[in-house]
């Protein structure tokens, strides 16, 4: 490993947001990149509920004591995304754009697709819980791969975006990267399976595609001020060649990443980049001095 990808220790660092000067479309006249974005704010709160609830049930599995500190940071950094994700929901709603109908439909998915089913203690209930650690290592790669291209979207600070927004995202995913070994050394730790990495990255790829481009969709169809909004993937290719979305060849070129027997998520990001980007977070610098 090398200097740039020491391991640090997670801490869950309490930020907090005011949106009160922040506009319906913080990126200044493109609301189809403001929505395409704003899905985090739908997408991310249950699923990182649900992290949460899988790992605190994995931890008797832990034989490593590093591993085990390391999930329990993790398990910390995940529930305050959440929570401050679902904090620009109440934002939205002043602005006219109620996300309910979206949201109630990825808290199915997570709390009653993806959550406890009422197996019988033993192999059955083994595999369940194996197969949604492996769920969250596949998901964990896109959201590393995200937050590393959000930390480094220049062309989003020269179109003037607003700069509270960048920094909820840009604390989100410098965290991504920070502890972005963590889910995928857990799913080696405890299970390890190459078929099971292979099957449930191909869940967690198409699940993610499909409700991201649900929620672009539902944005710009219930955005008030757009007479006849909609999302198109030919929206996004342009938008990612500008430098204001990823493009669709990086996210491609990440696939064979993932599924190489060789992969590990230190490849990805940088973790240098992510400890200086939260050492100068006007919100977790904040936090910093509040919880001195």
């Not at 997670?10 to 929505?35: C, I, M, N, Q, Y």
């Not at 808290?107 to 194996?130: H, I, N, S, V, Y």
């Not at 920070?178 to 099957?199: K, N």
């Amino acid at each position: 490993m090398s200097n740039t990808q020491a391991r640090v220790p997670l801490k869950a660092r309490k930020v907090s947001f005011s949106w009160d000067g922040t506009p319906l479309h913080w990126v200044p006249e493109d609301p189809f990149t403001t929505h395409t974005i704003n899905v985090l704010h739908l997408l991310l709160p249950a699923g990182e509920r649900w992290f949460v609830h899988v790992y605190k049930q994995v931890l008797p599995y832990i034989r490593d004591e590093r591993l085990r500190e390391d999930v329990i940071g993790f398990i910390g950094q995940e529930a305050m995304h959440s929570q401050a994700h679902d904090e620009v929901l109440p934002h939205l709603r002043e602005q006219g754009l109620d996300p309910t109908p979206y949201t109630a439909q990825v808290d199915w998915f997570f709390e009653k697709l993806l959550g406890d089913r009422t197996l019988p203690p033993g192999r059955a209930r083994r595999w369940w819980l194996m197969e949604r650690v492996a769920l969250i290592a596949a998901i964990e790669h896109y959201t590393a791969f995200l937050g590393n291209w959000v930390l480094n979207a220049d062309e989003l600070d020269r179109r003037g975006a607003d700069p509270t927004m960048l920094d909820l995202l840009r604390w989100h995913g410098a965290e991504e990267v920070e502890h972005r070994s963590v889910a995928f050394e857990l799913f080696m730790h405890v299970d390890g399976s190459y078929r099971r990495r292979v099957r449930t990255w191909a869940t967690a790829f198409s699940a993610l595609v499909f409700l991201w481009q649900r929620g672009a969709r539902f944005f710009m169809e219930n955005d008030p001020t757009l007479i006849d909004g909609k999302a198109s993937f030919k929206d996004f290719h342009v938008r990612g060649r500008r430098g204001l979305l990823p493009t669709a060849g990086d996210m491609l070129r990440s696939i064979p990443r993932y599924l190489s027997r060789d992969y590990h998520p230190s490849q990805e990001g940088d973790t240098e980049q992510a400890v200086a980007y939260l050492a100068a977070s006007p919100a977790a610098t904040a936090a910093e001095k509040r919880a001195a």
